[in-house]
């Protein structure tokens, strides 16, 4: 098959062959891509501040539809559609036992042993799968608890979103920081996960949602179909925490850093209100630090850490289809540029530049 392939840190990816093993282990699932996010977290690992072994398939928000299952799998059947996420779990561990999949301790248990041939290869050579997906290719072998079947209504292009963007976007606001009818809430970043961020919280019933970004192109996008009540253009306004506590009598009560950049999240405290909470959703990289003054903890103000908004992708996903269908959930203002393979350099252009909404590789 073909795949985007990253051999170093700063190259441009390359559209090469890659293998996939020709019998599947007892878990595994063999699915025949549909489409694949562009997400910063790829982004991360392409420019150097997320260090994974090499080479790699990036791509980690996919859909597609089963072509094979192994032995043992009794639950997905050939013909299923499917959302590809990255919250692969073991199901067995503590943090799984405690229904808390995306916290998953033993991750290692869903991967291939050492003496199996790897998922992917080049002239026998390990590729690996970034997040254990590795979307960015024309097909994907997974572990069963990779994959989670939707209702086959819905549009298989939009279903890829849900696997990130939307999941912990939504999921961060409603289900990790229970964001309340009559919060005050401020999002910081309005890529693909901040507008989610924008749309669970409104959905929650926020009495204000206020996001903050560079990018007019975004900020209105936020504003026309994600919910924000208003926007700052922090690149215009230097001064945003004050205008925050202008709007909101006194800060707010939830931030959401949705960048991964340790400045923003000392912008979060000044915003945010006495006794409320800055949630670092955005993913920072791997020497990043975070300091801040001691007296917004005597503030009662805290900062807490978010993973893939808590997704339990057999709850979460399907109700995400649901609420689409039902028309409760706005995807198609998400959904940007639809670009094939090939061009997947240029959506990459597009994430570096910060443009656009999420730019979506369709098979």
Wanted: hydrophobic share 45%; charged share 20%; proline share 5%.
């Amino acid at each position: 098959m073909r795949a985007a392939v990253l051999h170093a840190p700063h190259e441009p990816l390359r559209i090469e062959q890659v293998d996939t093993p020709d019998v599947l282990l007892a878990q595994e699932v063999r699915v025949a891509t549909a489409a694949v996010g562009l997400c910063h977290s790829d982004l991360h690992v392409i420019d150097g501040r997320v260090a994974r072994p090499m080479p790699v398939v990036l791509g980690h928000e996919a859909s597609g539809v089963v072509t094979e299952v192994g032995d043992a799998v009794t639950d997905v059947r050939v013909g299923d559609h499917v959302i590809a996420c990255f919250v692969v779990y073991c199901g067995a561990c503590r943090q799984c036992r405690a229904g808390r999949p995306a916290m998953c301790q033993n991750r290692e248990a869903t991967m291939r042993p050492a003496e199996a041939p790897p998922r992917l290869a080049q002239s026998g050579r390990e590729v690996h799968q970034w997040t254990n997906i590795g979307g960015f290719a024309e097909e994907m072998v997974l572990h069963r608890n990779a994959v989670t079947v939707i209702d086959p209504r819905m549009p298989l292009d939009l279903a890829a979103m849900l696997g990130c963007a939307v999941a912990t976007g939504v999921g961060s606001a409603r289900t990790v920081a229970g964001v309340g009818p009559g919060d005050h809430v401020v999002v910081i970043g309005a890529g693909g996960v901040g507008l989610n961020v924008c749309q669970g919280a409104a959905g929650a019933g926020a009495a204000s949602v206020i996001a903050l970004d560079r990018s007019d192109e975004r900020l209105a996008l936020a504003a026309e179909s994600f919910g924000a009540t208003h926007t700052i253009n922090t690149a215009a306004d230097s001064h945003a925490a004050a205008t925050i506590h202008r709007l909101t009598d006194g800060g707010a009560d939830h931030v959401f850093e949705a960048v991964g950049v340790p400045a923003l999240v000392d912008l979060g405290l000044e915003a945010a209100a006495r006794g409320g909470s800055v949630w670092a959703v955005g993913v920072f990289g791997d020497d990043a630090e975070i300091a801040f003054p001691a007296g917004h903890l005597h503030s009662g103000k805290g900062v807490h850490g978010v993973r893939a908004g808590s997704l339990v992708p057999r709850r979460d996903l399907p109700r995400l289809v649901q609420d689409y269908l039902a028309g409760a959930l706005e995807l198609d203002a998400l959904a940007g540029r639809r670009i094939p393979l090939d061009d997947i350099q240029d959506g990459i252009a597009d994430l570096e530049r910060g443009v656009g909404a999420r730019t979506l590789v369709v098979f």
